[in-house]
């Protein structure tokens, strides 16, 4: 089992900048295998989609709507992904959840509110 704890969240206005992070924690086993960690996200109404995702050797993957304005890190020592995220928008509003992958299995945060304001 991974259980993940998501942090940053909160109210920002257009244009703003807002950093999420998310730990990891469990058995060291599960852990050491742990390879993609990620953001999605999820919005009112609409599904859950990808906005990025990293790998434990470093390899990166952005949603369009993202590309160049979020950036995603990992801290393998400490188990720990985050979003660095400017020039936010109204539409990236959303409940932003972080992902991980053991194996086939994936886990999720609870996930933190992220209201950007016009």
């Known amino acids: 089992q991974v259980q993940l704890v998501e942090s940053g969240g909160g109210l920002v206005q257009a244009g703003g900048s807002l950093r999420l992070s998310c730990a990891a924690s469990g058995s060291g086993f599960i852990l050491n295998t742990m390879n993609t960690m990620g953001w999605y996200r999820q919005a009112p109404g609409k599904q859950r989609e990808l906005v990025a995702t990293?790998?434990?050797?470093?390899?990166?993957n952005y949603a369009d709507s993202v590309k160049g304005r979020f950036t995603i890190s990992r801290d393998n020592a400490k188990n720990t992904v985050y979003l660095q995220m400017s020039s936010l928008k109204p539409e990236d509003t959303a409940v932003y959840y972080c992902?991980?992958?053991?194996?086939?299995?994936?886990?999720w945060g609870q996930g933190t509110q992220v209201t950007v304001s016009s």
């Open positions: 990293i790998t434990r050797g470093g390899t990166r």
């Open positions: 992902n991980a992958r053991v194996a086939i299995t994936n886990y």
